[in-house]
């Protein structure tokens, strides 16, 4: 069956903590070549087909509950259903 | 006028594009470029003002700052005029003169053992309703900077909350975040959270009331205020990097095109988010660091960035002092470098801080910053004369007399008008509704009263906030006021307690400020504390509404002659308006927060019974009074009539009745009358410890009356036998009517309440129907999965 994925990352305007938080516990571990991390999160979700209207589903699904559409943005892409 | 407004709503705010940078220069050579003031909030009286405060028009970072401090949120432009009856009040509270009073960040008051105690209560409504989570998160944080401005350590928070109907659709999300935004910021800072209130009205279902209040400690000598005196001092930003975030937030959302902001929620291309999302672990290091920067005594003058951000906090800090300041934009480290100067003045960054240093402490204060992981970088100083310059890439943006910016902004006499229907509402008296007759309709009436949302259990709310951390919470809810011990040798503490009753202030404005102050003054007192300062938060609809101007004018003269009558200073506050929806406002809400002293805390008073045969005493008087009562919401949807009688001699009496009996040790329990009225106050009294209760109201009153009415200036206490002697001499010498109305029972064979002749209930049937709304409305969200820190929360289902 195919599967979508969902990235869903904080915009760029906003400020991460965590990605902040693990930048920051990356320079203390000498790993000094990252000018700067953003963490986001990632869904797969498992769909019976990949129609038109079942992806625009999965970006309502996104919008309402895998993302909060005030400070954060997402990408909806299909991969290859195994 | 030669000047227009820029029209189109979704135009790019600035008259230059991000290549070209606006300076004082190019303002001079081009008076007739259009600006788009009307867009940033500005009237156009407003604008023209700035052209004749600077002889030109101003740059795009001056129309920005100006356009922000001159919003209603930082220039009080509606309210300013009234809010001065505050501070003709005497400042002194019982205990002396207040060590620093309304015009600072926050009010300081000496609590005796040469210590001082700082609060104040802030409003973020507005975020709050955009983006639940993080507008509450950030309410909290920008309230702890507020207090630890003042040079004292926070030591406690409380929250103050207002909600739609619980079964209206959009509660869920909203509440469900507001509380966890509260919790997960207080929390990861390590702050208690030890109380406040949450109610529920209509009014409140398209714009939540978070009012957020902080509590602060510190030593006499160490108080600390903000100024920037001192030609060649430098000015150090500190604390997080500044990005995108809540920009036009103040300017935009606390004002009237709320609804219409570029908030994300209309779908429109908005270029930056006017949420900001916060960080409580940088705010713990911020706070751990500034307090170290005082101890050193590397700090001459200190403001935090709260909303506003630079604009405020250069231009306070530089009329607050003796001279003019410089500072150098692009000094400022940024989390986004394509960020263009008007918008690093208007960011609303959380977790910053803006010092003023000596040349010599320089170096040190840095090597603190360092320790903490806080950066921090020099980005301008205090010069002679008297103009703020803000300069960007070595062109001058910003040339302007910062007190114009600061604190000479407009003021309005807004015209009050008292609304024609007042006298139709209050004519609308509760009172005449059908009343439960029999013992079985009393009955049924008080389970369903404990059931309101209102009255029922906020256990929900409260098991979500870490209430013991820190280790010097004495009182917590379900008390009535949280307490906190401040000396750990001599166990002196403060009792902080808010409240607010907005269908009280529906119904007569001026009594129902009295009537929260009166009642925040009991909740202290009943704690066993001495009320010492008063901080208020007032949420009203629109000022260009007459009928809101006329309740917030009314509100503010009760609170004055209220706080005037029980002797008590207001110490500072905040005013929230365009608190609507459409065009209905909220109920009005003016939230008053008091403070008080208990000498030693391990005299403090809880409201709850504990002991079979301790006596149960009723203080104060009972009148007919059911208008804007819980009882006349829960059982007859009906808001209208008179609120209850205000008698500030008797409020008056009765605090000093209770704190001088828990001082003197006579008081077993000791809870405050109010919502839901004597019986809902027993109710909460028994099912603490679960014991019951065997009383017999008094012969000749309207069962109705007795049990529901929620008559101000009352208290329940518990009286071991061999102190009751005490104790009625005590209420005898204060003048409190008192009576002795029944006796704690026991678990045998259940703990029960009964009302002689009338009916009885056991425990376990009232908590069943007390604890289980919250959690139902909430759809099982009461097992509350964890929550990531400072993360972002998914919009919630």
């Given at each position: 069956?195919p ?9 760029d ?16 571990l000498?790993?000094d ?8 999160k ?7 087909d ?9 970006r309502?699904?996104?919008e ?6 005030v ?12 | 006028?030669?000047v ?25 050579a081009?008076p007739?470029l ?7 909030g500005?009237?156009d009286?407003e ?10 028009r ?10 922000v401090?001159?919003s209603?949120?930082c ?10 009856r505050f501070a003709?009040l ?10 620093a ?27 709050s ?8 998160a ?20 409380m929250d ?18 507001i ?42 000598e ?39 902001a ?29 307090l170290?920067?005082?101890?050193e005594?590397?700090?001459s ?29 692009d000094?400022?480290?940024l ?46 100083e ?11 890439s ?17 003021a ?20 005449r ?7 079985a ?15 029922a ?5 409260t ?21 906190v ?13 808010t ?9 007569d ?10 009642e925040?003054?009991?909740n ?12 208020d ?14 309740q ?21 506050g905040?005013?929230?308006f ?7 406002p909220?109920?009005?809400t ?7 002293v208990?000498?030693?805390?391990a005299?403090r ?18 009148r ?12 007859h ?5 008179l609120?209850?009688?205000v ?27 109010s ?5 809902l106050t ?7 410890h ?14 109705t ?5 929620e008559?101000?200036?009352?208290a ?34 259940e703990p ?15 908590r069943?129907a007390w ?10 969200e ?5 929550r ?7 919009a919630?289902?």
């Amino acid at each position: 069956m195919p599967r979508v994925v969902v990235d869903v990352m904080p915009k760029d305007e906003i400020l991460d903590p965590q990605g902040r938080a693990v930048h920051g516990a990356l320079r203390r571990l000498g790993f000094d070549g990252v000018a700067d991390v953003r963490q986001g999160k990632r869904f797969e979700l498992t769909i019976d087909d990949v129609s038109h209207e079942a992806l625009a589903e999965v970006r309502r699904i996104a919008e309402t509950l895998l993302s909060n559409p005030v400070i954060e943005s997402f990408a909806v892409r299909v991969e290859d259903g195994r | 006028m030669g000047v227009r407004p820029v029209s189109q709503a979704s135009v790019a705010f600035w008259p230059m594009t991000d290549r070209h940078v606006d300076t004082v220069e190019l303002a001079a050579a081009s008076p007739d470029l259009p600006q788009p003031w009307a867009e940033l909030g500005l009237r156009d009286d407003e604008y023209e003002r700035i052209r004749t405060i600077l002889g030109r028009r101003p740059t795009g970072c001056e129309l920005a700052m100006y356009s922000v401090m001159w919003s209603e949120h930082c220039s009080y432009k509606s309210s300013r005029v009234h809010l001065r009856r505050f501070a003709e009040l005497p400042q002194e509270t019982p205990l002396g003169k207040t060590l620093a009073g309304i015009g600072e960040n926050a009010g300081v008051i000496d609590i005796g053992q040469g210590w001082a105690v700082t609060f104040k209560m802030e409003s973020h409504n507005h975020p709050s309703y955009v983006e639940p989570y993080q507008g509450a998160a950030t309410g909290v944080g920008g309230i702890v900077r507020d207090i630890l401005a003042m040079g004292a350590r926070p030591v406690a928070v409380m929250d103050s909350l207002r909600f739609g109907p619980l079964d209206a659709p959009d509660t869920v999300r909203v509440m469900t975040g507001i509380v966890a935004g509260v919790g997960g910021y207080g929390n990861c800072l390590g702050l208690p959270n030890i109380g406040g209130e949450v109610a529920f009205d209509e009014t409140y279902a398209g714009n939540p009331l978070v009012n957020a209040l902080c509590v602060g400690v510190l030593r006499h000598e160490q108080l600390h205020t903000a100024h920037a005196s001192g030609a060649g001092n430098l000015v150090l930003l500190y604390g997080a990097r500044t990005g995108g975030d809540g920009i036009g937030g103040v300017s935009v959302l606390a004002s009237e095109t709320f609804t219409t902001a570029g908030d994300g929620l209309s779908g429109g291309p908005t270029k930056r988010p006017s949420v900001q999302v916060g960080d409580p672990f940088m705010e713990k290091l911020l706070i751990e660091c500034t307090l170290e920067l005082f101890a050193e005594g590397l700090v001459s003058g200190i403001q935090d960035l709260g909303g506003a951000g630079l604009s405020c906090a250069t231009s306070e800090l530089a009329s607050a002092g003796d001279g003019g300041m410089r500072v150098r934009l692009d000094q400022v480290p940024l989390r986004d470098s394509s960020l263009a100067p008007e918008e690093i003045l208007m960011s609303e960054s959380q977790e910053r801080m803006m010092a003023v240093v000596e040349p010599q402490h320089v170096e040190r204060f840095l090597a603190v910053c360092a320790r903490w992981e806080v950066e921090a970088t020099v980005v301008g100083e205090v010069t002679t004369g008297n103009r703020l310059v803000v300069s960007w890439s070595e062109q001058t943006v910003v040339d302007v007399p910062p007190r114009t910016v600061a604190h000479d902004g407009p003021a309005y006499e807004r015209p009050i008008a008292r609304p024609a229907e007042q006298d139709a509402l209050q004519a609308d008296a509760a009172e005449r509704l059908p009343r439960p007759r029999t013992g079985a309709e009393l009955r049924a009436t008080l389970l369903r009263m404990v059931a309101s949302p209102s009255c029922a259990d906020k256990s929900w709310v409260t098991n979500q906030y870490d209430r013991y951390v820190r280790g010097n919470t004495v009182l917590a809810p379900p008390a009535d006021a949280g307490v906190v011990r401040v000396d750990e040798q001599t166990g002196l503490g403060v009792a902080v307690a808010t409240d607010g009753n907005g269908r009280f202030a529906r119904l007569d404005p001026y009594a129902g400020a009295q009537l929260a102050l009166a009642e925040a003054c009991r909740n202290v007192a009943v704690s066993g504390a001495r009320p010492l300062a008063v901080t208020d938060c007032l949420n009203f609809g629109s000022p260009e509404d007459q009928a809101v101007m006329w309740q917030f004018e009314r509100a503010v003269q009760g609170l004055t002659d209220g706080c005037r009558a029980l002797g008590l200073p207001v110490t500072g506050g905040n005013v929230s308006f365009y608190n609507q929806t459409g065009d209905t406002p909220i109920l009005p809400t003016p939230v008053v927060g008091v403070l008080g002293v208990l000498p030693d805390v391990a005299r403090r008073v809880t409201p709850h019974f504990r002991f079979a045969g301790q006596a149960i005493w009723s203080l104060g008087d009972t009148r007919d009074e059911l208008s804007g009562s819980q009882w006349a919401l829960v059982e007859h949807g009906h808001l209208g009539g008179l609120p209850p009688v205000v008698d500030l001699r008797a409020e008056r009496a009765l605090v000093e009745l209770l704190w001088q009996s828990a001082d003197a040790g006579v008081l077993a329990a000791a809870h405050d009358v109010s919502d839901g009225g004597l019986v809902l106050t027993l109710v909460e009294s028994c099912l603490r410890h679960g014991v019951g209760a065997c009383v017999r109201l008094p012969a000749g009153v309207d069962p109705t009356v007795a049990l529901f009415a929620e008559s101000a200036g009352r208290a329940v206490v518990a009286v071991a036998p061999a102190d009751e002697q005490r104790f009625a001499e005590l209420a005898a010498a204060h003048a409190v009517p008192c009576a002795r109305i029944g006796v704690v029972t026991g678990a045998d064979p259940e703990p029960t309440i009964l009302l002689e002749d009338l009916f009885s209930v056991s425990l376990a049937e009232l908590r069943t129907a007390w604890e289980a709304t919250l959690p139902a409305a909430m759809h099982g969200e009461a097992t509350a999965r964890p929550r990531r820190a400072g993360g972002s929360e998914p919009a919630a289902v």
